[in-house]
Nanobody, 122 residues
Framework: QVQLVESGGGLVQPGGSLRLSCAASGTIFNFNAMGWYRQAPGKQRELVARITGGGITNYADSVKGRFTISRDNAKNTVALQMNSLKPEDTAVYYC????????????????WGQGTQVTVSS
């Protein structure tokens, strides 16, 4: 079994910063891409940032220059540093990881965390 557990959400004023972390545990052989998605009320879940196993990153246009994604392969973690937060960043943020659970697995499967609320408001 694999679990992804997020932490670091909360309430912050516009212009403030938050750092989200996600730790993966369980039976894991290796990872492919890891990322952060978000879902605001009444909207579809969208990609925020993604990082490949080789460290290549991509970001949603709305967060470029403000958010930074990073990963620690030794600790099975991925983090999202969010700066200059805006009210429109308010959403539930979900961690995602593509995981292969054993050397004999045919490919990678998607796993999701339970989500952490980020609210940007004065």
């Amino acid at each position: 079994q694999v679990q992804l557990v997020e932490s670091g959400g909360g309430l912050v004023q516009p212009g403030g910063s938050l750092r989200l972390s996600c730790a993966a545990s369980g039976t894991i052989f290796n990872f492919n891409a890891m990322g952060w998605y978000r879902q605001a009320p009444g909207k579809q879940r969208e990609l925020v940032a993604r990082i490949t196993g080789g460290g290549i990153t991509n970001y949603a246009d709305s967060v470029k220059g403000r958010f930074t994604i990073s990963r620690d392969n030794a600790k099975n973690t991925v983090a999202l540093q969010m700066n200059s937060l805006k009210p429109e960043d308010t959403a539930v943020y979900y961690c995602n990881a593509q995981i292969r659970r054993s050397a004999s697995s045919l490919g990678y499967s998607d796993y999701w965390g339970q989500g952490t609320q980020v609210t940007v408001s004065s």
